[in-house]
């Protein structure tokens, strides 16, 4: 049984459509791998065994009657930032400690739709706001490479359970970077899909003009999987894109012949640690070898992603976090004078440092006399931040870097200094600000034997093409497959 923790998702499909193992027999295994190693790592917030198996029941029952789809009976994890239906529903939050979801999220409708198995709800940053799964009220997440590291953030439940092997595959959600930056240091791959892709429905919202889920797995071809169940037009969610369905394996094994790989300069200048740096030249060099030419191109504004960020994304925090109020749901003070009071006590209390400190920056910069020198000047800037993406795609066809500027800093390290922390999304934050698609999937170890992250980043609508180029890469490469000794 145990050879499974180390399958794709395609190799578990087989394996459950040939009846070499049970959906049932696989989600125990799981849930019993979670039960030996969760309280280690802090992965898991909630665990509800009894409908993962009685999900695993009737995924047995599909198989068996012969209509499956491909993720059918297969354990995905689900970030604690999506709504479920009957699940505790925390976004890592002391202010949603006792909230259980009336209904579920587009993403989670839609796996449930495939059969897949929801194995749990997975720690995070508290909501969604953090690089290291430091902030959570649940504590934080252990990098399974060295427990002594962070595993990035937000999504760092999701990416240590992947990389532990405490779940086939999971969700994830990207608002400057908590895809990408957790894959990097944990050695697992992960995907932002383009702005719109994946609906936003049922996703507890950070900055709503930012924030997008997306898959994180093992690998290129497990995360084409997974898109295929998560993409699609939802009319619930009014930035939910009305397009075609497409399948993003259909690419995978094209040649790489031709490709144009851009190198922006300001990705490789001061601030990026040498032995990230060495990691991905090697696998650019690989690129090469595999067909590609590289291109120098400059990305200008980008060294402004990280300020522009830090305005726009506190000030949608702070209108989209303002619901939290002790009326209706979630945390409520349990001493107050009068109404006014018990606003300021719940939002107080049940609120952590950093949470409080985007609500407080974003308040600020939306504040009058305030609004036109920060917020609107990062507007534009925003803008000409997704115009330098558009020239440097005249001259490419794909850009690749480092994910994040240094492998896994120890638990601790950065808490103290929030500008420091915030640069560890100094290479991922753009992406967003355009709304294009990226990737991040292992490359190599750096210092300390800690994986390292290449970033991919395509232009808009670009998943299948990228997923191909990982792919490739992944075909010649074992990276992806390296797996920590978890204890």
């Not at 031709?258 to 040498?274: C, Q, S, T, V, Y």
């Not at 420091?420 to 292992?442: C, E, F, H, K, R």
């Not at 490359?443 to 609508?461: D, E, H, R």
Request: proline share 5%.
């Amino acid at each position: 049984m145990s050879d499974f923790f180390n399958s794709s998702l395609r190799q578990l499909g087989d394996a459950l459509r040939t009846k070499k193992v049970s959906s049932v027999e696989l989600t125990q295994n799981y849930l019993s791998r979670i039960s030996q190693y969760n309280q280690y790592i802090n992965a898991f917030i909630t665990l509800s065994p009894e409908v993962s198996l009685a999900q695993a029941r009737a995924a047995d029952a599909r198989l068996a009657a012969g209509n499956a789809e491909a993720l059918t009976g297969i354990p995905i994890a689900q970030k604690d930032i999506f709504c479920a239906k009957g699940w505790l529903t925390t976004c890592g939050s002391k202010m949603l400690h006792n909230f259980v979801s009336p209904y579920d999220a587009h993403v989670i409708s839609q796996f449930n739709n495939a059969g897949a198995i929801n194995l749990g709800k997975t720690n995070m940053d508290e909501f969604a706001m953090g690089s290291s799964n430091e902030t959570s009220h649940y504590g934080p997440v252990k990098n399974p490479w060295d427990m002594a590291r962070v595993p990035g953030g937000s999504s760092g439940g999701t990416a240590a359970a992947v990389a532990a092997r405490l779940c086939a595959a999971a969700t994830g959600t990207d608002t400057g970077g908590s895809i990408r930056q957790p894959a990097a240091l944990c050695g697992i791959s992960g995907l932002k899909p383009t702005y719109g892709v994946v609906s936003r429905y049922g996703m507890i919202a950070f900055a709503s003009s930012l924030d997008q889920a997306g898959p994180m797995g093992r690998s290129a071809e497990d995360l084409a999987l997974l898109l295929n169940t998560m993409a699609g037009f939802d009319e619930r969610d009014s930035t939910s894109l009305q397009r075609d369905k497409e399948d993003y394996a259909r690419d995978l094994n094209k040649p790489l012949n031709g490709l144009r790989i851009g190198l922006p300069k300001e990705f490789f200048a001061e601030g990026l640690d040498n032995d990230v740096a060495q990691a991905v030249e090697a696998a650019i060099a690989e690129y090469k070898k595999l067909g590609a030419t590289v291109v120098d191109i400059s990305l200008p504004n980008s060294k402004l992603s990280v300020p522009v960020y830090y305005v726009l994304a506190p000030a949608e925090a702070s209108s989209n976090l303002s619901r939290f109020d002790g009326v209706r749901y979630g945390y409520r003070a349990p001493e107050y004078t009068d109404l006014a009071d018990m606003y300021e006590k719940s939002r107080a209390q049940g609120f952590g440092t950093e949470v409080k400190r985007r609500i407080m920056i974003g308040t600020y910069v939306l504040s009058h006399g305030y609004y036109d020198a920060y917020y609107l000047q990062a507007q534009k800037i925003r803008r000409l931040i997704a115009q330098d993406f558009t020239e440097a795609y005249k001259q490419c066809d794909v850009i690749m870097g480092p994910t994040a500027p240094s492998t896994a800093f120890k638990l601790g390290e950065k808490g103290d200094d929030p500008v420091q922390m915030y640069l560890s999304d100094i290479y991922t934050i753009a992406v967003n600000l355009a709304g294009l698609p990226g990737m991040s999937i292992p490359c190599g170890f750096g210092a300390n034997n800690m994986p390292v992250g290449l970033q991919i980043i395509g232009n808009y609508f670009d998943e299948a093409r990228m997923l191909n180029i990982a792919h490739q890469y992944q075909l010649v490469t074992d990276w992806h497959n390296r797996a920590p000794q978890v204890l």
